[in-house]
């Protein structure tokens, strides 16, 4: 069974616009125009004038910090946090070594197919990147929401335009990512999600945002032809598991010393994937090349790849659960040579599977060497 650790995962259902990123130059505000900005807006003490409650389990509608170091995944930990004159400061003894090992979150509700102005004041004492999201309070931790955003040592602005999908879940977690960039002190102010009739998106993004409405995936409406993206390598491999779970990511074991497994290269040369294996581990899922794909209930499959290897050994793929008990649709061996071959199955997925599931392709345990794919595709059966 692949044992895959996922706390959170990057990019469903999402609907973002930015507009620009403003210098914090009106930073003289009066005490009622601050207040006013605030109106309206689903978020909780986004003005920063209450301390941080940072109680999870009791108080998830406050501010509330998530550290993979309290729970023996990586030594990410908040050292101190603390509201001052209206901002909050957050200081990182370790960022850990991805982005969501620290998260500053809370939950709230959002309404259906409702849009929203999402905006928020940040910066560092180093500059450094975070991420803001909205996204399930369960697995699978779908994001409906996600943004990247650079920090500098001054205040600068941040806003973007979401619309809440049709299906989406009411109650979310709005948060920010702060792990993997070097450890320093992030500060915010003045966050806010307040909803918005369309009227009030600016004219040259509202085109994009109407779109966005239709963003939920229904099956009655026709499939991609492959549901892997990406599967020519075409535009390399992101491997960012929290922000692009739909993209090419690599799970290895040793990050989280439950092995040495480790993946020492990987890319893509004239249109094929590779990855050198330093060490393969103790099992085959202590290494992993996967990404999220959504197969429709009872939809039939044709399951394609090629892969060549410079041992020959065998490697295993597999359609998993993307959260515990992490259950298997599929389970293929396939022996590579070094010598190019096409693998084809046919697949039906279960009419109670999942509506996401993991592509994951397992590496470990057999002999570390380099091994190639092109052309990877899991495409729907059209019926005659």
Do not use: C
Not at 43 to 59: H, K, L, P, T
Not at 62 to 67: K, L
């Amino acid at each position: 069974m692949s044992k895959l650790i996922l706390v959170l995962a990057l990019v469903f259902s999402v609907a973002f616009l930015p507009v620009v990123a403003f210098s914090g130059s009106s930073e003289a505000k009066t005490a009622a125009e601050a207040e006013d900005i605030h109106d309206g807006s689903v978020i909780r003490n986004g003005d920063f004038s209450s301390a941080i409650v940072n109680d999870q389990a009791n108080s998830p509608y406050e501010w509330w910090f998530w550290e993979a170091g309290k729970f023996g995944i990586s030594g990410a930990l908040v050292s101190s946090f603390g509201v001052e004159d209206g901002s909050v400061f957050i200081d990182l003894e370790n960022a850990g070594p991805e982005a969501w090992h620290i998260q500053f979150n809370q939950w709230t509700e959002l309404v259906r197919e409702q849009s929203y102005l999402v905006t928020f004041k940040a910066r560092a004492d180093k500059p450094r990147t975070v991420n803001a999201k909205i996204l399930q309070t369960h697995e699978p931790w779908t994001n409906y929401f996600a943004k990247t955003v650079a920090l500098g040592e001054e205040w600068e602005t941040y806003e973007f335009y979401y619309t809440h999908g049709r299906t989406a879940d009411e109650v979310v977690t709005f948060g920010f990512e702060l792990g993997k960039d070097p450890a320093t002190t992030i500060f915010f102010k003045d966050i806010i999600v307040k909803p918005v009739d369309k009227s009030q998106v600016p004219v040259e993004e509202k085109e994009v945002v109407d779109e966005s409405e239709a963003i939920d995936y229904f099956f009655d409406e026709e499939e991609p032809e492959n549901l892997v993206s990406n599967g020519d390598f075409s535009l390399g491999i992101a491997n960012d598991q929290a922000s692009l779970p739909f993209e090419w990511w690599i799970w290895q074991a040793g990050t989280y010393n439950i092995s040495a497994a480790k993946v020492a290269e990987y890319g893509v040369k004239e249109g094929i994937a590779y990855l050198v294996l330093e060490d393969t581990g103790a099992d085959a899922w202590h290494i992993q090349f996967n990404q999220w794909i959504k197969p429709r209930k009872g939809g039939s499959y044709k399951v394609s790849l090629m892969a060549k290897v410079d041992t020959p050994r065998p490697i295993f793929l597999k359609f998993v659960q993307t959260g515990a008990p992490y259950g298997l649709f599929l389970d293929q061996t396939l022996d590579l040579t070094q010598e190019w071959q096409t693998f084809e199955f046919d697949y039906v997925h279960p009419e109670d599977g999942d509506p996401i599931v993991t592509l994951s392709i397992e590496l470990g345990k057999e002999a570390p060497t380099t091994i190639y794919f092109d052309n990877v595709s899991v495409r729907p059966v059209v019926s005659e």
